[in-house]
């Protein structure tokens, strides 16, 4: 389904004002390409997740429920400890982005254009 007339010049304008705002884009790009994941953990992980998979074919071939069971969880484990995050804090929000109620000019833009957007379409029903 096309765009209308008015949809092509928003989506213009949100292109022009994304290029501009370079400290948004540099924002994006340094939360994408941050290494989030540890190399230990990976490592750990890994040979964790081996072990488990030894001891899961292990209980499975001598017919030992119980140890192929445990062979799964120590499998499970390792995969879990591999794709943990580095530290084991938790992020909230993105790196250099302002704490508390402030809105950066791009932000505050779009949301002034979204609900004029809406007092237009409710004022021309």
Do not use: C
Not at 82 to 94: E, I, M, V, Y
């Amino acid at each position: 389904m096309p765009l209308s007339e008015h949809e092509q010049r928003l989506l213009e304008q949100l292109e022009k004002q994304l290029h501009e705002d370079h400290r948004f884009a540099s924002t994006m790009k340094s939360a994408s390409t941050a290494g989030n994941y540890s190399t230990r953990n990976l490592a750990l992980g890994a040979l964790t997740g081996i072990v488990g998979l030894g001891v899961l074919i292990y209980g499975v071939s001598s017919q030992l429920i119980l140890i192929g069971v445990l062979g799964f969880i120590v499998m499970f484990a390792g995969v879990y400890l591999a794709l943990s995050r580095r530290g084991g804090t938790k992020k909230t929000g993105l790196p250099g982005a302002p704490k508390g109620p402030q809105k950066s000019g791009f932000m505050s833009d779009l949301e002034n254009k979204w609900e004029q957007r809406k007092r237009d379409e409710h004022g021309s029903s």
